[in-house]
């Protein structure tokens, strides 16, 4: 399984960005997906997430921000992010859950500027 990530730059506060995470896979065989993200010098953290059955899950400090969704056909997830501050800054990776397996992309750069 292989996770191509996309779509980061660098962008002005209060704008916005769509990543978005191709699979190699159908992504419905997937128990979940989700994006993480990681600063420098701090530990990777969960971003979103979203389940086979569509459920998703949002980290307290992008909820009503950020947007996870995916597109089956497409075997591609996105995270919409909208709003964003300087503090959204980081590497952003996507994960794929299958059994006990978890897969991650390459990471894109994601750089907010005041």
């Known amino acids: 399984v292989q996770l191509q990530a996309s779509g980061g730059g660098l962008v002005q506060a209060g704008g916005s960005l769509r990543l978005s995470c191709a699979a190699s896979?159908?992504?419905?065989?997937?128990?979940?997906m989700g994006w993480y993200r990681q600063a420098p010098g701090e530990q990777r953290e969960l971003v979103a997430t979203?389940?086979?059955?569509?459920?998703?899950n949002y980290a307290d400090s992008v909820k009503g921000r950020f947007t996870i969704s995916r597109d089956i056909a497409k075997n591609t997830a996105y995270l919409q992010m909208n709003s964003l501050k300087p503090e959204d800054t980081a590497v952003y990776y996507c994960?794929?859950?299958?059994?006990?397996?978890?897969?991650w992309g390459q990471g894109t750069q994601v750089t907010v500027s005041s």
């Open positions: 896979t159908n992504i419905f065989t997937f128990n979940a």
């Open positions: 994960n794929a859950a299958r059994g006990g397996d978890y897969y």
């Open positions: 979203i389940t086979s059955g569509a459920s998703t």
